[in-house]
Every structure is written in C-alpha cells, then in structure tokens.
C-alpha cells in the first residue's frame, strides 16, 4: 500500500521519521509572523491521526513538556501506524506574555472555539486551530494544567453522537486517570486533560501525561504494547462529574480537606478567616464526593465570588 509522506504548512514529513515546522496564523504589528510550533511523528505505516496540543493557556506549560517527551523521547516513528500531529504551544499570544488569556483582546482562547476568519485576535487563532489542526485529526488529546493543590484528571465531553462519545470515553478509559464528565460540546473523539501545576513542571504530573498519552496510542493501535497503569498521581474511582464552590466572604482559605480527600455533603471541607483570625465563612460540601482541586489562581486569600473548590462527585445513574 502506497504511504504518502504528510504534508501540512511548510513540512513534508516521510513515513517513519520525525519532522518540525512552522504554521503561520498571525502578524504581529511589525509584520512579522505569529506562528505555531508543529511536531509531526509520520509513521511507517498508515493508520488514524493523532492531534496531541498544548499551551492553549500561557500559564501552563506541562502539557509542554509532556509534547516533547512523547514526540521526542518516546516514540520512534518507524514503529508507528499513523500520525501524531502536535502543537505544543496552541496560543503563542498568551504564552510569550505567561497569562491565561490573550492579551491583545483578554478573551480566553478556549472559550471562542471554533473562533471566526473575521473576528478579533482568539477568533482568528481558534478558526485557524480548527482549519489547519482540527480538521486533519481523528483523535484529539488538548492538555491543560491546574495550579496546585489538584488532582490530575480528564475531562469527557458528552456530546449528541452516541459514537463519538463512546470513543472519548474509551480514550479516556486509556489514559488512565480520574475521569470528569462536563456538559460540552465536541464533535471529534477526544479528551481535555488537566494535569498538575502550572508556570511550573511538576515530574509526577509529566509521567503521567506522557504514560497515559502513550496508553491511548497503544489503545488506538498505533503502537505496539499493553496499557500501563497509573502510579505516580492519585485516581479516583468511577464515572465522576464536578460542581464548583465560590465563596461570599472574603479572607484567606483554609483546607479542612485535602485534595482526594473524602467530602460529605452539609460538613465543612474550608474556611475563611478575616485578618484578625476569626472564621467568617464556613464551606460545607454542596455533594458527597471528594475534593478534586483548590483552583486558587491569585493566592490562597480570595474574595467574594472567587472560585476555590472543584468537587468531584459520582454520576447519576
């Protein structure tokens, strides 16, 4: 059978083999161009499209890490059916500024997909992620991170295809971790994971981004081997949604609970103390479940309406 090399923006990668480029989506303002790194592993022999992405948000650079050591370290193209297409740097915008969103227009990249030709900075970036990226893959994996204290953990997105969802959850199922179901849309299989830590690389959550990408390539069949377990973060069991806890007060955050932790619902798992040391808000568990992250952003002092829990609980049946 006749394996043609994969071409996309300015590479032409031949089977078996490893190749680097540039996709243009962007001018800055002295015209030169804004462009997305691309890893492509063509492997020797033909099989799905793998889309392996990361730095969708500037802070978080695990997912970058985890691109270079699957691309780089781990996978010998000559042993792979199919392709992995990776970018590991998704908006390159909030990544040279190290902040969440972009900054030329303050949107959240992940919040405007599928983005427009026509629209502002994100827009344009989201369509051209959709076009050139999106469109070519089978499969998708998008790494996100959060800050710490969490647990790492994938997200599922239940979407109106009977199929698809089922190849998401299979993907997630290979991946190996916590897994969170979360009411939004995708019309490719595919899984969100959230790994640990942000501006920083965290070793435990690297091994496992890079263990569970390698078990849903093994789980696709494009490569050789069996699923390896999960062993340097903790999974928690079953099919889990999440709820978030914002607070009415402000003050700084104390963790009765912590992360993995069992929550029992009307019992405190945090509290808020006021400068003067005296709690001014108590934070019972909406569920019965366990503490999934603290998603402090800022600092462990919050103010009104600040998010400061995800609680995972289980799935109604």
């Not at 099989?47 to 780089?72: I, S």
């Not at 900075?121 to 076009?131: C, G, P």
């Not at 009411?183 to 595919?190: F, N």
């Amino acid at each position: 059978m006749n394996h043609p090399d994969y071409v996309i923006a300015d590479l032409s990668v031949p089977p078996g083999t490893l190749g680097r480029g540039r996709l243009p989506v962007a001018w800055e303002r002295d015209g030169s161009p804004v462009e997305l790194p691309l890893l492509v592993a063509h492997g020797a022999r033909p099989g799905p499209t793998l889309l392996l992405t990361a730095g969708m948000h500037g802070l978080e650079v695990g997912g970058c890490e985890v691109v270079r050591q699957v691309l780089r370290e781990r996978l010998d193209p000559a042993q792979l059916s199919g392709t992995v297409l990776a970018c590991p740097v998704l908006n390159p915008f909030a990544f040279r500024a190290a902040e969440m969103s972009t900054p030329e227009d303050e949107l959240n990249l992940n919040r405007v997909f599928p983005g427009s030709p026509t629209g502002l900075t994100s827009h344009r970036l989201a369509h051209a992620i959709m076009a050139e990226l999106t469109a070519r893959a089978d499969y998708l994996i998008d790494l996100h991170s959060n800050v710490v204290p969490a647990l790492a953990f994938t997200i599922v997105k239940p979407t109106a295809s009977a199929e698809v969802e089922a190849a998401s959850r299979r993907l997630a199922e290979a991946f190996g971790l916590t897994t969170i179901e979360m009411r939004l849309a995708l019309g490719k299989p595919g899984v969100t994971i959230e790994l640990i830590g942000t501006r920083t690389l965290e070793p435990a959550s690297i091994e496992a981004g890079v263990r569970g990408t390698l078990n849903v390539l093994r789980t696709l069949g494009m490569l050789a081997g069996e699923r390896e377990p999960q062993t340097t973060v903790q999974v928690l069991p079953g099919r889990l949604t999440r709820t978030e806890v914002t607070v009415s007060r402000g003050g700084l955050l104390h963790q009765l609970v912590p992360v993995g932790g069992r929550v029992e619902r009307g019992v405190p798992f945090a509290h808020l103390r006021d400068p003067w040391g005296d709690v001014v808000e108590a934070l019972p568990s909406p569920v019965d479940g366990w503490v999934l992250a603290y998603p402090l952003r800022q600092s462990q002092a919050v103010l009104t309406g600040n998010y400061v829990a995800f609680l995972a609980f289980p799935v109604e049946a």
